[in-house]
């Protein structure tokens, strides 16, 4: 499985940008797409995360009300739509596709910088 993410950018704060995530190769051993960022001088951390079956989503507490996480099962694609940006959201955010089951394995995007600055 490879994931390509697009979308990052510089934005203007409560600005908003919309990341994509497409999938290729067989993700039927996928059970969650999700997305993370990696802040300067931080660890890497989930913002988002859906379920490829089913529709429940869960978002880190500094992105809940601005994010939205959503998916396309059909493009194997997922989404981050983020609006009213601020400047802590600057960070390199990497799409994620994840087993929850044996063997656990997890497929990253290569990173998508986005930049929140005026």
């Known amino acids: 499985v490879q994931l390509q993410a697009s979308g990052g950018g510089l934005v203007l704060p409560g600005g908003s940008l919309r990341l994509s995530c497409a999938a290729s190769g067989s993700i039927y051993s996928v059970d969650a797409f999700g997305w993370y960022r990696r802040r300067p001088g931080q660890r890497r951390a989930l913002v988002a995360s859906?379920?490829?079956?089913?529709?429940?989503?869960d978002y880190a507490d500094s992105v809940k009300g601005r994010f939205t996480i959503s998916k396309d099962n059909a493009k194997n694609t997922w989404y981050l739509q983020m609006n009213n940006l601020r400047p802590e959201d600057t960070a390199v955010y990497y799409c994620?596709?994840?087993?929850?089951?044996?063997?656990?394995?997890?497929?990253w995007g290569q990173g998508t910088q986005v930049t929140v600055s005026s």
């Open positions: 994620n596709a994840a087993e929850t089951v044996a063997p656990f394995r997890n497929y």
């Open positions: 859906i379920p490829r079956l089913g529709d429940n989503t």
